[in-house]
């Protein structure tokens, strides 16, 4: 199928530029507070360290003014429900450039402050149209944007995680679109129509083979929270735990979406 027809949402080109902007601004404060001693924590990400995880998301960031530095693709060949699904086979490279990023820029403030300056000044020349040549394939800078809110409220999370008392804000957007690509994923994933997964307050879609409903309440139905869901999605919490912690409500024979889950590993 092509990356045309495999869109199911369109997305607001400023609202995203912003969104991504804003959350990775949060970040950026958020990493500025933290201690030598905070920087060393662990992670729940391949060993890495808070330091390095910083690094990391300035490296998620700085791939879009890269891509804008590189010629441009005669078309497009990657959808965006297919991203999370096609980084895979890059994640050993991308865990060794992560190391070797964080290993090179001990002043993390400096390396924030660039790759945010950085972004700006490319996307204030860059349309919403332009095509990019990333890692994984060809796409629109709109939908490249849309992944990098995936890439900064996932990491947000996982900082939040790692650093005892960090509660860094998600911007509303960036969260939004981050819940909004994960499930359109997990419908593109399993098509169907005989459960509905709801994430309110920004995302509800039917997913998995079976008889569709019609009209009132279906006899499958999923629902939970944005960050619950993102924490599915990509693995770093389990069906059956968030299920066991009530984090999660499924009814219906075919509403255990347990081995389709995670989205993006």
């Known amino acids: ?54 690094a990391h998301i300035t490296m998620t960031v700085a791939a879009v003014s890269r891509a804008l530095e590189r010629p441009e693709p005669v078309r497009t060949d990657l959808a965006l429900l297919d991203f999370p699904s096609a980084t895979a086979p890059f994640a050993e490279a991308i865990a060794e450039g992560t190391r070797q990023l964080a290993a090179a820029h001990p002043d993390l403030d400096a390396l924030y402050a660039r790759t945010e300056e950085e972004l700006a000044g490319h996307l204030a020349a860059a349309p919403a149209s332009r095509l990019l040549d990333v890692r994984a394939g060809a796409m629109t800078l709109t939908d490249f944007l849309v992944t990098r809110t995936v890439e900064l ?25 981050c819940t909004r690509l994960l499930a359109d994923a ?17 995302a509800v879609v039917q ?12 006899p499958n139905v999923v629902e939970t929270d944005p960050l619950t869901w993102i924490r599915l999605a990509t693995g770093r919490v389990a069906w059956a735990e968030a299920l066991a912690d009530a984090k999660v409500s499924a009814s219906g024979e075919r509403a255990d979406l347990g081995g389709l889950l995670p989205i993006l590993a």
């Open 153 to 177: 409220v996932v990491h947000t999370d996982d900082l939040n995680a790692a650093v005892p008392g960090l509660d860094i804000p998600y911007d509303r957007q960036a969260l939004a679109a």
């Open 207 to 218: 997913c998995v083979e079976g008889p569709r409903h019609t009209r009132g309440t279906p």
């Open 1 to 54: 199928m092509s990356p045309a027809k495999k869109r199911t949402r369109s997305y607001d080109p400023a609202k995203i530029r912003a969104a991504v902007s804003a959350q990775f601004g949060q970040v950026r404060r958020a990493v500025g507070t933290l201690s030598p001693e905070q920087l060393a924590l662990p992670t729940r990400l391949d060993e890495w360290t808070v330091r390095e995880l910083a």
């Open 186 to 202: 997990l419908a593109a994933k399993a098509p169907g129509g005989s459960t509905e997964v709801r994430i309110p307050p920004y």
